[in-house]
T-cell receptor
């Protein structure tokens, strides 16, 4: 199956610093990637849709200046948590949808997730 | 707006027991339906999916799900579970009308006792 890789898998930072998380599709191209946030014992909540070569689309209630998304190529999207605070501590998961469509239309492939802890 | 509801938050059962997890969605248009599984310490993996055709879908590891359009349901089943099926299961839906954004249910934690 298609592979999506996230880096780093774990990061601890001080309050006020910025953290960048990378999401790469390793064996396919992805015009669209999605960023989710998962709180403990809760489901995944969609934060934003990342579109290659254009601005990300944010879900209601998600601060676009806080969570900067850059989809620089067909295989890479980055999420930067700016001026992180303890309440930003969470598990961030990216997913990617193959650009080719066909049988894979609608199916997403998920990264391993990145656990952010802000002290 | 589309939404997904999973009825059970936690399920505990013994090996060889049968499993059924409920999933209902709210969107009335054409949808694609998915079940994902997250084993402890691992990332989400696709169990099975329904796009069209036969409403009874067979997935990996002996799982199946049935799409009942009239009930807006997509329940997951496995006739005989194993200890290795201990995981969290997420039902999800997307639709073209919603920009193909995947909406997840709250998840069901399944614990299979050996």
């Amino acid at each position: 199956g298609a592979v999506v890789s996230q880096h780093p898998s774990r990061v601890i930072c001080k309050s006020g610093t910025s953290v960048k998380i990378e999401c790469r599709s390793l064996d396919f191209q992805a015009t669209t990637m999605f960023w989710y946030r998962q709180f403990p014992k809760q489901s995944l909540m969609l934060m934003a849709t990342s579109n290659e070569g254009s601005k990300a689309t944010y879900e209601q209630g998600v601060e676009k200046d806080k969570f900067l998304i850059n989809h620089a190529s067909l295989t890479l999207s980055t999420l930067t948590v700016t001026s992180a605070h303890p309440e930003d501590s969470s598990f961030y998961i990216c997913s990617a949808r193959p650009s080719g469509g066909g049988d894979r239309t609608g199916e997403l492939f998920f990264g391993e997730g990145s656990r952010l802890t802000v002290l | 707006a589309q939404s997904v509801s999973q009825h059970n938050h936690h399920v505990i059962l013994s090996e060889a027991a049968s499993l059924e997890l409920g999933c209902n969605y709210s969107y009335g248009g054409t949808v694609n339906l998915f079940w994902y599984v997250q084993y402890p310490g691992q990332h989400l993996q696709l169990l099975l999916k329904y796009f069209s055709g036969d409403p009874l879908v067979k997935g990996i590891k002996g799982f199946e799900a049935e799409f009942i359009k009239s009930k807006f349901s997509f329940n997951l089943r496995k006739p005989s579970v194993q200890w290795s099926d201990t995981a969290e299961y997420f039902c999800a839906v997307n639709s073209k009308a919603a920009g193909n954004k995947l909406t997840f249910g709250g998840g069901t934690r399944v614990l299979v006792k050996p």
